[in-house]
């Protein structure tokens, strides 16, 4: 089966840096993602790391260790927008799992001014 | 269309109905997902399609529930005779095969009263 571990809730200043870790367990690795979910929307794509490495994308960065079954998503320069819920999910190659994507339960991120 | 788009945006009904829910995915998208997101919660896996076929429908939590998706495109998923616990957000995403971003309609709330 797999398992997805993230922290439930962060707090994290305006302007600063954070980062929100995740570790997983599966038999068939087939890409890592991390969603941004605001309360009463749908999930929206952030990243997505197959290889190891660090994967930028503006103020976002997505980091993964496959060797350690680890990743984390580093939010810079944060604003009051960041604001969220963040996902992060792996999809899985294993057994008979065709592919399918298991998401964690979600990191409720809080800027504070 | 441009994006994923699920129906309807909200369905109150009453306990014991049946329910449709559809999902269009992205034009060209082989594989689709089905979640529910019940208030304060994670994303629960459902039911995951490549093309036609459903390699895993582990995660449908009855036989109630139940989904099929013809043409390679839109998806259906049903649940009879509904119960309160079925109240949550449905969402559907959908990717190109193995692709390495999986987007997500704005999904559809069920009540059931």
């Known amino acids: 089966g797999q398992n997805i571990d993230q922290p439930t809730e962060m707090t994290a200043t305006e302007g600063a840096i954070v980062q929100i870790n995740c570790t997983y367990q599966?038999?068939?690795?087939?890409?890592l993602f991390w969603y941004q979910q605001h309360a009463g929307e749908a999930p929206t794509f952030l990243s997505y790391?197959?290889?190891?490495g660090l994967e930028e994308k503006g103020r976002f960065s997505s980091f993964l260790s496959r060797s350690k079954g680890y990743s984390y998503l580093l939010l810079k320069e944060l604003q009051m927008k960041d604001s969220a819920s963040y996902l992060c999910?792996?999809?899985?190659?294993?057994?008979?799992?065709?592919?399918?994507?298991?998401f964690g339960q979600g990191t409720e991120l809080s800027v504070k001014p | 269309g441009a994006g994923v788009s699920q129906s309807p945006s909200n369905k109150v009904t009453e306990k014991g109905k049946d329910v449709e829910l559809r999902c269009d995915p992205i034009?060209?998208?082989?594989?689709l997902y089905w979640y529910r997101q019940s208030l304060g919660q994670g994303l629960e896996f459902l039911i995951y399609?490549?093309?036609?076929?459903?390699?895993?429908k582990s995660g449908l939590p009855s036989d109630r529930f139940s989904a099929e998706r013809t043409g390679g495109s839109v998806s259906t998923l049903t649940i009879q005779r509904t119960q309160q616990e079925d109240s949550a957000v449905y969402l559907c995403?959908?990717?190109?095969?193995?692709?390495?971003?999986?987007?997500f309609g704005e999904g559809s709330w069920l009540t059931v009263v």
């Open positions: 599966t038999s068939g690795f087939n890409g």
């Open positions: 034009s060209g998208h082989t594989a």
């Open positions: 790391n197959v290889l190891d």
């Open positions: 999910a792996v999809r899985d190659l294993g057994g008979n799992q065709g592919g399918k994507l298991i």
């Open positions: 995403a959908s990717s190109r095969n193995w692709g390495n971003t999986i987007y």
């Open positions: 399609f490549q093309g036609n076929s459903a390699p895993d």
